[in-house]
């Protein structure tokens, strides 16, 4: 938590640009997508679209699914290094046909995309063909697609907002819960559609703090705590680590690892967010376990622990 110099990483506010990503659409409807939410957007939008094989069966292959994301990914080298520019996109919207084995790909994504089911894509027509070959039926799905993203603007505007304590952005393996329940659990129900976009997770408590409460506090502030009652503690931005993060380990280079740092929910996050997560009147970790999207089950030896939205851990433990 300590504060950085003036001339160091700043955040910028993202980008209103939205990034779609279409999957499960076979040649040649395919290729509506492409027209069809340019006209909804006046061309002010990014698209990645990757057409699937014919056959209803088999949508979502590893092959495909490869080819997808690498497309979808290749703005996060971008960002990686892009610190002096807004974050662009500043929304990403995966639009897919839900068939039974789209949803590994979802489990990829996780939570950094805004998912819309094309579901009508996957229901069948009078001869047992997917829906997903009809031109009409594409566009017109396409399009109530767009509606539905738009009128999601007050969840975009609350990933922007960044308020004081929205559990949203705690990191999802990390912040445990009652009953061995973690915010992962309740992210995907958020995901699945079993909460609203605009709940505020009761079950993670918040707690009032004044100045003096923790070593750098100098203010009243709000924070949630866990079960552990370990705190949460949103750094002031001006002290978010940038990217540094990504010299850390070789793994960070997997694009997917990046992706979940940026976003949440389909909302761009400053590069660097991260919580710093301590105990209570500065007290120290001893050997308290945490589990690292790189490293796996680690053991925290220090007076605090930098956990990023994808669950990566930096600390000092020796």
């Known amino acids: 938590m300590a504060k950085k110099k003036k001339d160091e990483f700043r955040p910028h506010q993202p980008s209103k640009q939205p990034l779609f990503v279409v999957g499960g659409l076979p040649s040649p409807t395919d290729a509506t997508c492409e027209r069809v ?27 495909y699914s490869r080819q997808l994301i690498t497309s979808m990914m290749a703005f996060t080298r971008v960002r990686r290094n892009a610190q002096s520019v807004a974050p662009t996109p500043g929304r990403i919207c995966f639009l897919y046909v839900p068939t039974k084995d789209a949803d590994a790909l979802v489990e990829k994504l996780d939570f950094a995309v805004f998912p819309i089911k094309l579901a009508v894509l996957a229901e069948r027509n009078e001869k047992g063909k997917m829906w997903r070959h009809d031109p009409k039926a594409v566009a017109d799905s396409l399009r109530m697609a767009v509606k539905e993203y ?33 915010m992962r659990d309740l992210f995907s129900e958020m995901r699945r559609g079993q909460r609203r976009w605009d709940d505020r997770f009761p079950e993670a408590e918040v707690q009032q703090y004044k100045a003096g409460d923790f070593p750098t506090l100098a203010a009243p502030s709000k924070f949630r705590r866990d079960v552990r009652k370990i705190v949460f503690v949103e750094p002031h931005p001006t002290a978010y680590h940038g990217n540094k993060w990504n010299d850390d380990h070789q793994a960070v280079q997997d694009d997917l690892l990046m992706l979940k740092s940026l976003y949440r929910f389909g909302g761009a ?13 500065g007290k120290l970790f001893k050997r308290e376990p945490f589990n690292c999207s790189v490293n796996g089950e680690i ?9 990023y939205p994808n669950d990566y851990i930096r600390h000092r433990t020796k």
């Open 269 to 281: 996050l400053p590069a660097g967010y991260q919580h710093d997560a301590q105990r209570e009147k």
């Open 299 to 307: 053991n925290v030896s220090d007076d605090h622990a930098d956990i």
């Open 37 to 63: 939410i340019r006209d909804e957007f006046a061309g002010l939008c990014g698209i990645v679209h990757t057409a699937t094989g014919v056959a209803d069966n088999d949508l979502y292959n590893e092959n």
């Open 150 to 182: 738009k009128a999601a603007h007050l969840h975009f505007n609350r990933i922007d907002l960044r308020r004081e304590a929205d559990a949203i952005f705690l990191p999802p393996q990390n912040f445990e819960l009652k009953g061995g329940m973690v």
